[in-house]
């Protein structure tokens, strides 16, 4: 599966933006997909994921209430909406794919990243 993520950009702290992820190939529905961010200087985190039928989601500590994963497999994409932005938001965020990436904890497919600076 090929993944192509968009929608970052320059938003000021408190803010607002969505991101999206759009996969090739015809069994999106066969994947869990997770959201990852890296900071400069910083290691890759973990920041949400959702099951292959959106019926279990699992966020970060650091952005729960203020993230939400979604996904819509009829056009093969999975969101992030991003409210309440705040300057240590700032990072690349890539989308992931996995059959089993909630449960396993890894994930073989990922795409290029798209970055979200927020400015205080």
């Known amino acids: 599966v090929q993944l192509q993520a968009c929608g970052g950009g320059l938003v000021q702290a408190g803010g607002s933006l969505r991101l999206s992820c759009a996969a090739s190939g015809r069994t999106f529905s066969s994947y869990d997909m997770g959201w990852f961010r890296q900071a400069p200087g910083k290691e890759r985190e973990f920041v949400a994921a959702i099951r292959r039928y959106g019926d279990y989601t699992y966020y970060a500590n650091s952005v729960k209430g203020r993230f939400t994963i979604s996904r819509d497999n009829a056009k093969n994409t999975v969101y992030l909406q991003m409210n309440s932005l705040k300057p240590e938001d700032t990072a690349v965020y890539y989308c992931?794919?996995?059959?089993?990436?909630?449960?396993?904890?890894?994930?073989?497919?990922w795409g290029h990243g798209t970055q979200v600076t927020v400015s205080s």
């Open positions: 992931a794919a996995d059959p089993n990436g909630i449960p396993r904890g890894s994930w073989d497919y």
